[in-house]
């Protein structure tokens, strides 16, 4: 009879999962382990009933660094929540998902559009909640401001070298050195085509060099 009871209880505490989630854990350097945060997180599952899927350990996949391109782990979280594996992802803290604001926007608008939920034990986030919704809001405005101040960072970076008599751009090949064998080669009767092979150069810098000597002539006899 009490096995009969048991067996009911532990079916009922099977069957009474709210939700399915994945565990998203990584840490900054080798040196570290996340051994800890995958304790705390499964502790918080426990406490809400939630049904842990999958875990992506970073770690693992070898891979770390916040703004390492093959977050191996990460691409196959964002993959496995677009095939609807689960509906809420629990981290540690949201700098787990990426340090830079543009990062951390990016990897939530992505779960966002495929439908998931993001929970941060640190911040004590939810973004199923009206509080994680806004806080959603909160993190694009404050990406969006930090890219503009970035851009005009550089803006005004680039006014000051200007001013310091900085030059930007590729650095050109017409030197006068390229532009006298040019000539030279020209006189000889060789025409556009072989003058740009044999020096390497484009047809159109051959015809640049000739015009350049030109201009340089007639300069030359008005002065």
Known sequence: MQKHIDEIVKSYAEDDYVLD????????TASQHTENQIW??????SRNRWNIVEIY??????????????????KRLLDDAGRK???KVVVWSVDRIGRSMKNLVNVLSQLKDIGCDIYSYKQSIDTSTTMGSSFFHMIGIFAELE????????K?????ALDNGAKFGRKSI?????VQSVVN??????SIRKIASALKISTGTVQNACAKMVVKNAVRESA
């Open 21 to 28: 989630v994945a565990l998203y854990v990584r840490v900054s």
């Open 40 to 45: 705390e997180l499964k502790e918080i599952c």
């Open 57 to 74: 350990d970073e770690t693992a996949s070898g891979v770390l660094g916040a703004n390492h391109k093959n977050r191996t782990e990460l």
């Open 85 to 87: 594996k689960f509906d």
């Open 147 to 154: 890219n503009n101040m970035r851009k005009e960072r550089q």
């Open 156 to 160: 005004i970076g680039i006014r000051r």
């Open 174 to 178: 017409m030197t006068d050195k390229l």
């Open 185 to 190: 080669l020209r006189n000889q009767g060789q």
